[in-house]
């Protein structure tokens, strides 16, 4: 099984900053990775996919990077409605989608 | 507007049984896989199961094989998951989510607002 390592585990910072969150996969799996903001007693949402397309609708201060084992999610502009914890979820080893352990963010 | 909307969750004692539901509307249920995911209390994000459209081909995650079933009724725009020999460790907020393919793309699109359940003597 494929596991997905994310770093940090939380985080926190102030408004207009620029926020990194890395999710490392234990075997390549080429930019096969989504993100997903879920915010608290909400469902997740769609923010990424395919390592660093924006789903449409979101705001272009969220972008995303990588490809192999290594990926990034930044939030250039960090803003109080961010406030969110934010997941990493691989799709190389169909049919599982496994979920990075989550990196939540808060505001300074 | 699309909607999923989960049902069936509640308190159960360990080996027990509970069978979730989850409604969709706003798109053609048909046409879509349709997955499980869970999330236990403060915990993350954890894949259960999926159904491909007509109901014919089914995954679970290691966690769970061979105690739940996903199912599904096209007719009535309904996906299921049977749960039985439930653990403690089951204890979790149980979401529904489309599945979007575009070539070799997947990510899920829709989500439903979860129900808990909770396995507890």
């Known amino acids: 099984d494929i596991q997905m390592t994310q770093s940090p585990s939380s985080l926190s910072a102030s408004v207009g900053d620029r926020v990194t969150i890395t999710c490392q996969a234990s075997?390549?799996?080429?930019?096969?990775l989504n993100w997903y903001q879920q915010k608290p007693g909400k469902a997740p949402k769609l923010l990424i996919y395919?390592?660093?397309n924006l789903e449409t609708g979101v705001p272009s201060r969220f972008s995303g990077s990588g490809s192999g084992t290594d990926f990034t999610f930044t939030i250039s502009s960090l803003q109080p409605e961010d406030i969110a914890t934010y997941y990493c979820?691989?799709?190389?080893?169909?049919?599982?989608?496994?979920f990075g352990g989550g990196t939540k963010v808060e505001i300074k | 507007e699309v909607q999923l909307v989960e049902s069936g969750g509640g308190l159960v004692q360990p080996g027990g049984s509970l069978r979730l539901s989850c409604a969709a509307s706003?798109?053609?249920?048909?046409?879509?896989?349709m997955h499980w995911v869970r999330q236990a209390p403060g915990k993350g994000l954890v894949w259960v199961s999926r159904?491909?459209?007509?109901?014919?081909?089914?995954s679970y995650a290691d966690s769970v094989k061979g105690r739940f079933t996903i199912s599904r009724d096209n007719a009535k725009n309904t996906l299921y998951l049977q749960m039985n020999s439930l653990r403690a460790e089951d204890t979790a907020v149980y979401y529904c989510?489309?599945?979007?393919?575009?070539?070799?793309?997947?990510?899920?699109?829709?989500w439903g607002q979860g129900t808990l359940v909770t396995v507890s003597s």
């Open positions: 989510a489309t599945e979007r393919k575009l070539w070799s793309t997947r990510y899920f699109d829709y």
């Open positions: 075997q390549d799996i080429s930019n096969y």
């Open positions: 706003g798109f053609t249920f048909s046409s879509y896989w």
């Open positions: 159904i491909n459209s007509d109901g014919s081909s089914t």
């Open positions: 395919d390592a660093s």
């Open positions: 979820q691989q799709y190389d080893n169909l049919p599982s989608f496994t």
